[in-house]
Nanobody, 129 residues
């Protein structure tokens, strides 16, 4: 499984960014993708998860209502739409998922935000106040 993030950059507080996670090497429709973020000196925080099989989504309290996650099977990509950005949202953002699509239907509901076996390289997000 290969995951490649894109879309990070600089945004103003209150603004928006959209992150993408391109998925390859697995059956997209059976897979699940979690979004995580990390700031220096702190652990990686799971903020959103989507099961591509049924579109069910899960969110942390820190982003619920601001960062909807969606998937597009034709593009084999998962998106994190980041709205109403705050300075504390600044971090490196990663997408991650289970080791194979076999676990995809169960990953978000049972395992997330733990045990992602596959990671993208990360994309930095900076929010100016």
């Amino acid at each position: 499984v290969q995951l490649v993030e894109s879309g990070g950059g600089l945004a103003q507080a209150g603004g928006s960014l959209r992150l993408s996670c391109a998925v390859s090497g697995t059956t997209f429709e059976d897979y699940a993708i979690g979004w995580f973020r990390q700031v220096p000196g702190r652990g990686r925080e799971g903020i959103a998860c989507i099961s591509n099989s049924d579109g069910e989504t899960f969110y942390s309290d820190s982003v619920k209502g601001r960062f909807p996650v969606s998937g597009n099977s034709a593009e084999k990509s998962v998106y994190l739409q980041m709205n109403r950005l705050k300075p504390e949202d600044a971090a490196v953002y990663f997408c991650g998922g289970p080791i194979s699509s076999y676990l995809g239907p169960y990953y978000c509901q049972i395992f997330w935000p733990h045990f992602p076996a596959q990671w993208g390289q990360g994309t930095p997000v900076t929010v100016s106040s």
